[in-house]
């Protein structure tokens, strides 16, 4: 069992599923206090599955789970509906309760037989309704509002339990990108405010990486990887974990990019510094084969050149251009028929693409972009 408070959740070579039936298994975890988990896996892998097993409203079918210390088994339900608290993407069925009614619901682990609630309750409701964004709300029927502001006020009933642990299920869905990073910015400011635990499942990769501690990769029945953003987005890992075959992802900016259109270029694209990008993809949408270059290896193209471009000439990081990818580059540009330079000048590292924008200039192919 584990020793120190600060660990919030241990799950200890945990297996879960419905009945009989295994799901995933051999997840194993800690998650301290003022930390962020997210669970990342195809669909299917069990990453819902996980989260109703360590609140218990599913059955271990093997392994331990203890939160704060206790093992889950012997921890009681009114107990636990004090330290944990969980958010899913269920909808939920309510017959004339404003919104105020459904985050007040967060209450009743510590209010009375007849749920009725305390200055101190009122008090929590209306910090929780606060920091959700849904204060406004607070008299509307939670039947009338849209789904994105159902999870606000479904988080609201979360925050207002004061749970040392939350998990959610999905808590991105149904938000736009701008309340997306307002829920999750809020629950990293409510892990070192609070000093809680978070424990979430998302789907959004590039959020999963920027806003979490710690990640459990599920795939195959099993956690494949446990380990911090930096272990888990490096190499071919992600490709392999979602088994990517109509495109490519690219861990430094975390982006997914399309296959590319292959076959001899009809364009080349003289880029750099990220201007080509929506050339590289106009084209890729049009079904134009194309050549780029010359791409420095650590420029912020180089992830939607490499994948999309039919033929890509490319220069080693922190090196000007040489002669010989210049030469080969020319040998590509003189067979298209259209050339897009997306510079009007130069610098000292690429000044090898000015070379290709003159010679496209001498036989009359260069369109300016």
Known sequence: MPESI?????????????????????????VEKGEILTLIGPNGAGKSTVLKSISAQLPLLGGKVFINGDELSAVGAKKLSKELALVLTERIHSERMTCRDI???????????????????EKAVDE????????????????????????????????????DV?????????LDINHKLGLLSLLRKLTKQKNIAVIQSLHELDLAQRFSD????????????????????SGNFIEELYGIENGSFHNSYCIVEPQGTNGVPEVFVI????????????????????????????????????SLASVLFTENAYEPIGEKNIKAALKVLEKCSRVICCHESFGTMNGGNAVLRDKAIEIGSIVTN
Do not use: W
Not at 103 to 121: K, N, Q, V
Not at 134 to 159: K, N, W
Not at 166 to 174: H, I, K, M, N, R
């Open 6 to 30: 600060s660990k919030a959740v241990t799950a200890e070579n945990i297996s879960v599923g419905y009945g009989k039936v295994t799901v995933a298994g051999g997840i194993s975890f800690i």
């Open 103 to 121: 985050a007040s619901t967060g209450r009743y682990p510590y209010t009375g037989r007849l749920g009725l609630l305390t200055e101190e309750d």
């Open 128 to 163: 929780a309704m606060t920091l959700t964004g849904v204060s406004h709300l607070a008299d509307v029927d939670f039947r009338e509002i849209s789904d994105g502001q159902r999870q606000c006020v479904m988080l609201a009933r979360a925050i207002a339990q004061q749970p």
């Open 166 to 174: 939350l998990l959610l299920d999905e808590p991105t869905s149904f």
């Open 214 to 233: 710690k990640l459990v990769c599920i795939k195959d029945k099993q956690a494949v990887l446990v380990g911090s953003p930096e272990e888990v987005f």
């Open 271 to 306: 880029g750099g510094g990220g201007k080509a990008i929506p050339v590289y993809r106009e084209l890729n949408r049009k079904g134009i084969p194309f050549a780029a270059g010359i791409i420095h290896e650590n420029d912020i193209e180089y992830p939607a050149a490499s």
